[in-house]
């Protein structure tokens, strides 16, 4: 199994519409969760933090499922803008800091 | 401030011939990343610097990859007898501790011919 599973998609969705990704991991201590924007031919940049008690930026509510190990990003309103790859970062815990990506899942939004 | 910043921004080499891509991390990050990125593929974890600790090798694909950080600051990726596989863009990232998340540089695309 992967540290870090993301449908690769593309997600397809008009202008408009809401959309979420989901992303599982498969180490229980892992300690910390982001999502990561990138796109095409750029470098990925920070979205947003995960918090255990969900939280919310603009259009943009990322939530943590520690039970079930996973995190999700529910992106509402659509925007043109919005249209790139989006990656699930997982952090390991204590003093084994490993950072890992999903492969990430690929947002288009049509007019 | 300043980002993290990698440099050559591109580098073509010819197929045997060695390479060395060079990461400034943001001041004070004591966590440095190596990851990369084939065409239209995920980031591919390379190696791991934390602080004074041992570096986390595990994601070097071969005995040709290698990388140093000295004193704590500056890494440099170097690739011995590259290989057309290796053409990719190689991405380095720096954090400040436990927790928080990582700030990429612009990469290095690497083309070897």
């Known amino acids: 199994r992967k540290e870090v599973e993301q449908d690769p998609g593309p997600f397809n969705v008009p202008e408009g519409a809401t959309v979420a990704f989901n992303c599982t991991y498969s180490n229980s201590a892992s300690q910390s969760f982001f999502w990561y924007r990138q796109d095409c031919r750029k470098e990925p940049k920070l979205l947003m933090s995960v918090y255990s008690s969900g939280n919310e930026d603009g259009r943009f509510t990322a939530q943590l499922n520690r039970a079930s190990q996973y995190i999700s990003l529910l992106i509402r309103d659509s925007k043109l803008s919005d249209s790139a790859t989006y990656l699930c970062?997982?952090?390991?815990?204590?003093?084994?800091?490993?950072?890992?990506f999903g492969i990430g899942t690929k947002l288009q939004v049509i007019p | 401030g300043a980002g993290v910043s990698q440099s050559p921004s591109n580098k073509v080499t010819e197929k045997g011939k060695d390479v060395e891509l060079r990461c400034d991390p943001i001041s004070g990050h004591t966590a440095l990343y190596w990851y990369r990125q084939s065409l239209g593929q995920g980031l591919e974890f390379l190696i791991y610097f934390q602080g004074n600790s041992a570096p986390d090798k595990s994601g070097l694909p071969s005995d040709r990859f290698s990388a140093e950080r000295t004193g704590g600051s500056v890494s440099t990726l170097t690739i011995q007898r590259t290989q057309q596989e290796d053409s990719a863009v190689y991405l380095c990232?720096?954090?400040?501790?436990?927790?928080?998340?990582?700030?990429f540089g612009n990469g290095t695309r690497l083309t070897v011919t």
């Open positions: 990232a720096s954090g400040q501790g436990f927790n928080s998340p990582l700030h």
């Open positions: 970062v997982v952090r390991g815990s204590g003093g084994y800091q490993k950072v890992t």
